[in-house]
């Protein structure tokens, strides 16, 4: 890790002051101990942090309860059926992290007796278990002295230390910071209190200096450019695409199928499509012939790297389904249970909406 020299006078006191903060203003999360008390069980840290990857704390405790309740364990999650797991994820976005998590839940029972391992470089070789998610399970499961760095923590640290150069070429920097501040007894909570400091106080917008616990000890409050950084690189604009969703409706239900793994929203049920990607458009080629009728209105969906107009066209079944992709019929009275991503409630929605008013 590249040594850093802190730009804060009293780096070694930012540790004390922010635990002595967390003891009396922790948030109350589902997954996490009282500060000052054993660990929580790792699989629960381990699950929240997958979940919290990309995703907001107010998103996640929801799917976090629903999936601890069925799956209270490794052995449980890695048993399930995958349709369960992918329908029960639906709606939190970045659905490769539910194909990891099952992958991992079942590599953690076959390769590691149905325990975590207890160090951040073993963690990192399970699969969806990132460098950040190795670092915050070793430390809030396993009290390894392991650097923690989300989001918040790059906001929060960018600031104690005034760090002027942009995201993400800041990143290398804000790391061995942090590295340079964590204590090396109550990592764990050393890491949630940094969480909760940039999640409260330390906000992107308009940060609450008088109230903050380390404010004594913040380079960006002393030179007032707090507001200010992180610095960010402008951008890419985000491409636009453009594809077309398939509605084949018969007595009461809709043919679904389930994405191909390798797709984008893989393994999780959708309406059939006509191949659109992040890279292309979709070839407006129907899966069989038939009396398409286009559906008035459209969806737009926004993906990390591109921005989706979808379209819709609809039909009946035709008589001999032999030609429907490989799918299933689904009932229209029970589409809520199917698990469909948002981008495919949205269109179903429409569907529904447009069939209504004919
Ligand atoms: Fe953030 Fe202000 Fe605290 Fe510095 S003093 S860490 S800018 S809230």
């Not at 043919?255 to 390798?262: A, E």
């Not at 001999?320 to 009275?333: A, N, R």
């Amino acid at each position: 890790m590249a040594s850093v020299q802190p730009r804060t006078q009293y780096s070694g006191d930012i540790a004390p002051a922010l635990l002595a903060h967390y003891d009396r203003h922790a948030r109350d999360l589902p997954w996490r101990s009282p500060p000052g008390t054993p660990p929580p069980d790792p699989y629960r840290v381990w699950l929240s942090e997958v979940m919290l990857q990309q995703t907001t704390v107010a998103a996640v405790i929801g799917y976090f309860e629903r999936f601890s309740a069925s799956w209270p364990d490794f052995a449980t999650l890695a048993a399930a059926d995958d349709a369960d797991v992918m329908a029960a994820w639906a709606g939190l976005g970045y659905y490769s992290r539910a194909r990891n998590l099952l992958k991992c839940a079942r590599a953690v029972v076959t390769e590691h007796g149905g325990k975590l391992p207890e160090t951040s470089a073993e963690l990192a070789r399970l699969p969806g278990i990132g460098p950040y998610t190795a670092a915050a399970i070793a430390a809030i499961a396993f009290g390894e002295r392991a650097a923690v760095v989300d989001a918040n923590v790059e906001r929060v640290t960018a600031r104690l230390f005034a760090i002027q150069t942009p995201l993400s070429a800041a990143k290398p920097e804000i790391r061995a910071a942090v590295d340079a501040i964590t204590p090396a007894g109550r990592s764990g909570d050393f890491a949630q209190a940094m969480m909760d400091l940039g999640a409260s106080l330390c906000s992107v917008r308009a940060p609450r200096c008088p109230a903050c616990p380390v404010q004594m000890h913040c380079a960006a409050q002393a030179i007032g450019v707090a507001e200010g950084l992180p610095r960010k690189t402008p951008k890419k604009a985000r491409p636009d695409r453009a594809g077309t969703a398939y509605w084949i409706e018969r007595d009461g239900h809709v043919w679904l199928i389930r994405r191909p793994d390798s797709a984008m929203l893989g393994g999780m049920r959708g309406l059939p499509d006509d191949g659109w990607n992040a890279r292309r458009d979709g070839d407006s080629h129907p899966p069989f012939a038939a009396d398409w009728k286009a559906v008035a209105g459209e969806v737009v969906h926004v993906f990390t790297h591109f921005r989706l107009t979808l379209r819709l066209a609809a039909t009946a079944a035709p008589v001999d389904e032999s030609g429907l992709p490989p799918g299933e019929w689904w009932p229209l009275k029970t589409l809520d249970s199917a698990g469909l991503p948002t981008l495919f409630s949205k269109a179903a929605r429409l569907a529904i909406r447009a069939s209504a008013k004919s």
